[in-house]
């Protein structure tokens, strides 16, 4: 027989959260955003070596795992970080360096 690991809600939010930015290309799409509070999709590609198709991907990912929200601009959709998610991460993590150190 299989073991599962049961976790709770406050756990699984947080490893979607992790598993989404986990990727190199959407970790420094998560940078990028950092450094710019907003942008564009098209200004997201002008930096990375990546098709169009293949950041709207990890965008929708990184949405998914709600560390960035988008709204629609005409044509473009506007990303920016999601301000709860990285206070969630930072309060998780602070709690493990509070109980390790």
Known sequence: MMKVIETTRDEAKTV???R????????RIVKLLGAR??????DLVDELPLAQS????HLK???DGGIVRGTIEGPNT???LEPKALEWLKREFGALSEACC
């Open 61 to 63: 990912v990184l949405k």
């Open 37 to 42: 509070q907003t942008c564009v999709t098209g």
């Open 16 to 18: 979607a959260m992790l």
């Open 54 to 57: 293949t950041v709207s991907e």
């Open 20 to 27: 989404a930015i986990a990727h190199p290309a959407r970790f």
């Open 78 to 80: 506007c990303y920016c």
